[in-house]
C-alpha cells in the first residue's frame, strides 16, 4: 500500500490465505510497528465489492456479524433477509458473541435497536433467537417430540387462524436434534412438512423466518448452499450475501457448503462464483471457496483432493521437524 496505489493481487493473496486469528495478530503488529489502523488504510486504499469482501475478513467473525446487522438496520427500511440469515442459522455461543461485539463496537443494545426496526411475529422470533437460549442437549424425549409435533399441527392447521406463539416457542427453543424428529412426527401427524404448512400458514418475513431455521435445524450446509446460488442466480448479483456468506462460513463449513451445492445444483460452487464475478474480487471468492469440485471429476472432487494434498503436506513437515529435533537432541 505504500505509495501511489496499491499491490492488490498482494493484499488479496495474503489475506485470504490466512485465517481469521491471523489477521487479526497483522492488525496488530500493523499498529506496533506504523502506529496506523489497517483497516482504515484498506478501506482508503480500495474500492467497491473487493474492499468490503477484504475488510469483511479482517474482522472477528462476531464482529462481522455485528456490522452485518448494523447496516441492516441502520437508514431507510430494512434488510430483513440479512436478519434472516444470521439470526437462524447462527449458535447460542455465536449469537453471544455477536450480542457482545454490537455493544462493544457501536455503545448500543443490539435487541432494543432490532425492536424499534422491526414488528409482529417476526420481531417476536428475532427477540427469541437474540437470547441464544436454544436447549442443547442432544437427549430426546419420544414423548416430547409427540406432544410438540401435535401442538404444532393444532396451533396451525387444525386451528381457525393461526397460534403464532406456539410456533415461535417450539421452533425458538428447542434442540437441533428434538426438532429434525418433532418434523419427521409432525409429517405424519399433518400428512405434509413442516414446510408446506409453514407455507399455508404464515407470511411475509416472519413465514421467511421460520422456513429459515427450518432449514438450518434439518442442514445448514444446505441452507446456505442455497442462499449462495440464489445470490447469483439470475440477471444480477446479490454481492452483499454472497461476501457475507463467505466470509462467514469459509473457515467453518465450506467444504461441506460445496459438497451440498455441488448435489443440490450439478455444477461447483466455484464455476459459479467464476461465471458471475470478474478482477480481484473474483480471485479473493475464489480463494475462500478452495477449489472447483468439477475439476478432478465425480469420483475424486478437487475437494477431496484439495484435502489429501493439505494432510500430506502437514504430515511431511510434522515428521521433518520430528526427524529436526532428534538431530538437535543428539
Known amino acids: 500500500m505504500k505509495g501511489f496505489g496499491s499491490d492488490k493481487q498482494a493484499i488479496l493473496d495474503l489475506i485470504t490465505s490466512r485465517s481469521n486469528q491471523q489477521r487479526i495478530q497483522i492488525i496488530q503488529a500493523y499498529k506496533s510497528l506504523y502506529g496506523k489502523d489497517l483497516i482504515d488504510d484498506l478501506k482508503y486504499e480500495l474500492t467497491g465489492k473487493f474492499e468490503r469482501l477484504i475488510v469483511g475478513l479482517m474482522r472477528p467473525p462476531a464482529y462481522a456479524d455485528a456490522k452485518e446487522i448494523k447496516d441492516a438496520i441502520d437508514g431507510i427500511g430494512t434488510d430483513e433477509k440479512c436478519l434472516i440469515e444470521i ?18 463496537a457501536y455503545d448500543r443494545d443490539l435487541e432494543t435497536d432490532v425492536v424499534k426496526d422491526t414488528s409482529g411475529h417476526f420481531k417476536k422470533m428475532l427477540i427469541v433467537l437474540l437470547q441464544g437460549t436454544r436447549e442443547e442437549d442432544d437427549i430426546v424425549s419420544d414423548e416430547l417430540v409427540e406432544q410438540d409435533a401435535r401442538d404444532l399441527h393444532e396451533a396451525g392447521e387444525q386451528k381457525w387462524g393461526t397460534d403464532e406463539a406456539q410456533f415461535i416457542y417450539i421452533l425458538g427453543s ?77 473457515e467453518i463449513d465450506m467444504m461441506d457448503i460445496r459438497e451440498s451445492f455441488r448435489t443440490q445444483y450439478e455444477k461447483s460452487l466455484y464455476s459459479m462464483i467464476k461465471n458471475d464475478t470478474s478482477g480481484e474480487y473474483k480471485k479473493a471468492l475464489l480463494n475462500l471457496c478452495g477449489g472447483d469440485d468439477d475439476a478432478a471429476g465425480e469420483f475424486f472432487p478437487e475437494a477431496a483432493q484439495a484435502a489429501y494434498q493439505k494432510w500430506e503436506l502437514s504430515a511431511t513437515l510434522a515428521s521433518r521437524i520430528e526427524v529436526g529435533t532428534k538431530d538437535d537432541i543428539s
Open 87 to 104: 439470526l437462524a442459522s447462527r449458535t447460542n455461543q455465536q449469537i453471544h458473541a455477536l450480542v457482545e461485539a454490537y455493544k462493544d
Open 174 to 250: 428447542r434442540s437441533n436434534s428434538h426438532l429434525r424428529l418433532v418434523f419427521d412426527d409432525y409429517e405424519k401427524v399433518a400428512g405434509k412438512s413442516i414446510e408446506e404448512s409453514i407455507k399455508g400458514e404464515l407470511s411475509g418475513d416472519f413465514e421467511k423466518l421460520m422456513l429459515a431455521v427450518v432449514k438450518c435445524i434439518r442442514s445448514t450446509k444446505d441452507y446456505f448452499a442455497t442462499r449462495l446460488y440464489k445470490s447469483m442466480k439470475g440477471l444480477g448479483t446479490s454481492d452483499n450475501t454472497l461476501i457475507r456468506i463467505m466470509v462467514s462460513r469459509s
